[in-house]
């Protein structure tokens, strides 16, 4: 009785769909979290001399067990090879992840930072000025002021006025949803007029959803999108916000440094799509926050990339978004990122969450996805046998991060601090470092990161591996599982290590016996899976990857 | 005296393209060839923290055959030289395919013969006899696949009842005593009028059980005989489903749309513990939708007495159409199963209780269930996606098993068609065991393609099948009837 590894692999294009189990002399498949499907490796001996039809870039590679699929993604390299080994395609294919690498783009979702508007209206004052105070108030909140100086000279009939705009939604080819900010005003009078415009860059009049005569005593203002609205808001379509003043009294100067306008707590908001990929335009409904709160959830910007930006490969009407709690008040990259620097982002306001990439819809091809909390119950018991390393270096464990953050055009450091015993009882201070730049950034949001960041390395980081080449029991599922049916994403109970009775009773990881599975690696070479816990353990490809995907310091 | 001769295929009526064990074709072999079964490759497990190793995985290298051949009755050099030119050329005969065997030894000891595929990459040795250059002696080695192969055996045709219930054949047929020393890969062929190249594509799923006693596997579980829960009732005989009198269930979801228990099992499934019920099964529920546009969801839910095991969430494609939705694996039994005891012997499983559970989230119709099919994918289970469009409804299907799963179109005459992509999912393809009862599965159209093109399964349907395989052997003695 012989005991072949029973994986069955499938490739195929438009041409061609094939199983070539038999021509191939290893494969090898790895899953992450977060990530989902990681990468999968074959070598495919075909001669060189015509290209086979079911090999091509984006071409579709599968790997199947009894129990079900257990590998799926694209083909990206086949390389060509020739040589000792004869002539061998070395076929390197990447999971449905790959995708949220396909787009790059201006993507705002709530832009709290005033130096992204700028004076426009070259008609308008000449000598008017737009400027930003990084800070304002003590509390270091910013300012944009729209100023005429002392001494221009200003006409009602032209009229004289200053204007600023947001450029940004326009060229990230999105929408306005809501504008929100309280403003104040040098002076009291009838005869200049604050207001904010809703326009469509480059296409007619505008909407004015609000307008107001200077008045010291200032005053609030929010406006979302509704076209039954009517004139306190703006139809569905305007990607042009504008906030002026402009003078309608008789031929004059400027007497006195008065004739200002001060924005603060300014908040712009782009309109979203359900992860369906429809725009959610019920504005008016009493259930619904989208535009009605100056923040955002993590969720609502995993769907609404879903939504928007990854319609075409994955699977988002049938995705599960769980819900998350902390209101994100800041979010906005006008220097271009990807669905997957976002969802970077979204895991440092939301370290308990984690996502995946899996196999295809057979129904529409597209792949599956999922933003869900991290499982508190354990999946998989297994031993140490097969080999176990748990390399827990205290190098991991901080008790104090410094959070960099810029925002309104002044770099700002938030520092936060944790107790950890394990410092403090020998008087140390080790501190983290995070760059936030100007993205994800605000002091709120520099205050979650930083906490997440101190819950996570309160205990030392694991980053041992633990291999199976035996059946372990899947205890979610009620049965025993192959190595090669192992995922990531979920907890593994690990016996033959020091353990003690609440480990069959966890909360999550205990850094002990309980291990996040960051990863799995199958080779069926060896007939076996290595597993990463709780995080990746070293290699020099994923010291390159993180410094790939680390953004350019802003 | 044995044969030992190149021919063109694995058949009784080969034709012979060259003889290396005949005097008066001019090559006999000399001294003992070497048949020696192949090497074992495997993957050794050890550790310091156990006794002993583990082989997780193993499998059978090449065969190498050693043989020496005298050149005999040659007349002159150039004769021998002509001679060893055509044993040249069938060593290194090229493949159709790169990496394939090219050519086929047959040899024949006893009075059956067996054949060997071999590779072109032989190892050559000659012995050239200067004082008569026409009697050479040429020594050679030939990698060939691991097994040796009878002839093609059939098995069939079997009329397979596209009911589970039905009397003979109900969504499987058996294959009785498969000859060979080993597994061997089985290829299935579909007879025309079988229904392929059906709208909305049939989508089928093949499997086998080759231990124990297969016809005990748990097969079905009729809704009719499960508990009937909230705002489910069993219906009055329907010819569209499963089972004899009333012999299905409809949930109007009444009192509630939420995820409720429609139907559950009032003991373990299968009733009674069973050796042979020991397994993972792919678990199918056979459904209906009255509106087309509700929005159904299911789930199946199996475990202890509170049945506390999740299978997957699925959503009912938005048709009328009677169809099989996929509900995940379910082990039985449920959780740790060492096997074995101690002693080696094995312990007999109790099944697991089963829950159905459905909710509409939108809509105001009802959903008909008919029964649970368990098809077991603990060895081997694939799908294969058929044609719509059948060219010729003589045309018949084939599906070949083994590691390599391929499906395609034969005309009458036996040539293979040109067809819209057929896609297999699953895998690796069937194979069976010699000298034991195997037990093959076929679930005619467990895809939702069908129900949304047209009317969806249809229970009285029948597939005719005729199995085919080459039996494999270890040894190069073959047994006249195994």
């Known amino acids: ?163 600023a705009a947001h450029r940004g939604i326009s060229e990230a080819g999105q929408k306005l949803a809501r504008v929100a900010f309280s403003w104040d005003s040098g002076l009291t009078s009838a005869s200049i007029t604050a207001a904010l415009y809703a326009g469509t860059y480059g296409v007619g009049a505008a909407d004015i959803p609000w307008s107001a005569t200077f008045n010291i005593a200032g005053g609030t203002v929010g406006r979302i999108v509704d076209p039954g609205a009517g004139s306190t808001s703006w139809s569905n379509g305007r990607n042009w916000p504008i906030l002026r003043f402009h003078y309608t009294g008789a031929l004059g100067s400027v007497s006195a440094d008065s004739w200002w306008l001060e924005i603060t707590n300014l908040f712009v908001k782009c309109m979203m799509f359900t992860k369906a990929g429809v725009e959610i335009t019920d504005y008016s409904s009493a259930t619904n926050l989208r535009y009605a709160d100056n923040n955002v959830y993590a969720d609502q910007v995993v769907e609404d990339l879903l939504g928007r930006m990854l319609t075409a490969t994955i699977d988002g009407a049938n995705a599960t978004v769980s819900p998350t709690s902390y209101a994100i008040d800041h979010l906005a990259y006008p220097d271009g990122t990807t669905p997957l620097g976002v969802l970077d982002d979204m895991r440092q306001f939301e370290s308990g969450f984690t996502w995946h990439v899996w196999e295809s819809n057979p129904l529409n091809d597209k792949f599956s996805f999922e933003w869900i909390q991290w499982p508190t119950t354990v999946r998989y018991e297994a031993d140490t046998i097969d080999g176990f390393s748990a390399p827990a270096s205290g190098n991991t464990i901080f008790n104090r991060v410094a959070v960099r953050w810029v925002n309104r055009g002044v770099t700002h450091t938030t520092f936060r601090t944790r107790a950890v015993p394990v410092l403090d009882n020998l008087g140390l201070t080790r501190t983290a470092y995070i760059d936030l730049s100007n993205e994800a950034s605000s002091s709120a949001n520099a205050i979650r990161v930083g906490d997440q960041f101190l819950d996570e390395h309160q205990y030392p980081l694991n980053a041992g591996q633990l291999v199976i080449r035996r059946p372990i029991l899947d205890i979610l599922a009620g049965r025993m599982i192959q190595p090669y049916e192992l995922r990531a994403g979920t907890l593994i109970r690990v016996r033959g290590v020091e353990s003690y009775p609440d480990s069959l009773n966890p909360a999550g990881r205990d850094g002990l016996t309980v291990f996040k599975i960051a990863s799995t690696s199958y080779s069926a070479s060896d007939a076996a899976a290595t597993l990463d816990l709780d995080t990746y353990s070293p290699s020099i490809a994923r010291q390159l990857r993180a410094m790939r995907r680390r953004p350019p310091r802003r | 005296m044995s044969t030992w001769q190149f021919v063109d295929s694995i058949s009784g009526s080969a034709t012979v393209r060259l003889d290396l064990n005949s005097a008066a074709g001019g090559l006999m072999l000399a001294g003992e060839p070497d048949l020696s079964p192949p090497n ?136 009785t005593a498969p000859k060979g020393d080993v597994e061997t890969p089985l290829d299935l062929q579909f007879a025309n009028g079988s229904g392929f190249g059906a709208a909305g594509r049939l989508y089928s799923a093949l499997a086998i059980r080759r231990r124990g006693t297969p016809s005990a596997t748990p097969l079905v579980l009729q809704a009719e005989s499960m508990t009937q829960g909230t705002d489910t009732t069993v219906q009055a005989n329907s010819a569209l489903f499963s089972g004899a009198g009333s012999n299905w269930s409809r949930c109007t979801f009444t009192t509630a749309t939420s995820g409720q228990r429609r139907l559950y099992t009032a003991t373990t499934f299968p009733t009674s513990p069973s050796l042979d019920a020991r397994g993972l099964y792919r678990v199918f529920a056979r459904v209906r939708k009255t509106v087309a546009g509700d929005t159904i969801t299911v789930r199946l839910q199996y475990g202890d007495t509170n049945a506390v095991k999740l299978g997957p969430l699925k959503v009912l494609a938005l048709n009328t159409g009677i169809q099989y939705v996929d509900l995940g694996n379910v082990q039985i039994p449920v959780g740790y199963d060492p096997i074995t005891d101690r002693a080696g012997a094995e312990i007999t499983p109790l099944g697991p209780y089963i829950d159905f559970y459905a909710r509409r989230d939108a809509g105001s119709g009802s959903l008909d269930i008919d029964h649970l099919l368990f098809i077991p994918n603990d060895d081997r289970l694939e799908f294969i996606k058929w044609p719509t469009v059948q060219a010729s409804a003589s045309d018949t299907w084939m599906a070949l098993g083994g590691a390599e799963p391929a499906a395609y179109c034969l005309d009458t005459s036996g040539r293979i068609r040109s067809t819209e992509t057929i896609e297999i999912a699953g895998g690796p393809g069937l194979m069976i065991s010699p000298g034991i009862t195997n037990r093959v599965f076929f679930a005619r159209d467990v895809g939702a393609g069908t129900a949304a093109a047209a009317g969806g399964d249809v229970i009285t349907a029948t597939t005719v099948v005729t199995a085919s395989y080459h039996p494999r052997y270890l040894y190069p003695l073959k047994p006249v009837s195994t």
């Open chain 2, 40 to 175: 074992m490759r495997r993957v050794v497990s050890s550790s310091m923290l156990i006794a002993g190793d583990r082989i997780p995985a193993s499998a059978f290298g090449n065969r190498t055959i050693k043989m020496t051949l005298q050149l005999l009755n040659q007349t002159s050099a150039d004769t021998a030289a002509t001679k060893l030119q055509a044993l040249a050329r069938e060593l290194t005969r090229m493949p159709v395919r790169p990496g394939d065997s090219s050519n086929v030894l047959r040899v024949m000891v006893g009075t059956t013969p067996m054949f060997f595929r071999t590779f072109p990459s032989p190892d050559l040795a000659y012995q050239l006899m200067l004082l008569n250059p026409s009697m050479g002696r040429a020594t050679i080695e030939i990698p060939c696949e691991p097994f040796g192969y009878g002839v093609k055996e059939t098995q069939g045709p079997f009329t397979v009842n596209n009911d589970p219930a039905a009397g003979s054949n109900g969504m499987f047929f058996d294959l």
């Open chain 1, 1 to 163: 009785m012989t005991l072949p590894v029973p994986l069955s692999i499938r490739l195929r294009t438009a041409l061609r769909d094939v199983h070539v189990t038999s021509q191939v002399d290893d494969v090898r498949f790895s899953s992450n979290s977060p990530g989902g499907y990681d990468a999968c490796q074959i070598r495919l001996y075909r001669p060189l001399s015509f290209f086979p039809d079911e090999v091509a870039q984006f071409g579709r590679l599968y790997v199947y067990a009894p129990s079900g699929l257990v590998w799926e993604g694209r083909l990206q390299d086949p390389g060509r090879t020739a040589g000792d080994d004869g002539e061998v395609y070395d076929l390197a294919a990447v999971g449905g992840q790959a995708h949220l690498q396909d787009d790059t783009r201006m993507y705002y979702i709530i832009d709290a930072d005033p130096t992204h508007w700028a004076k426009t209206d070259p008609s308008g004052t000449r000598a008017a000025t737009v400027s930003q105070e990084s800070d304002n108030t003590a509390a270091g909140d910013a300012a944009l002021v729209l100023r005429i100086p002392q001494g221009t000279g200003v006409d009602g009939a032209i009229p004289s006025r200053v204007v």
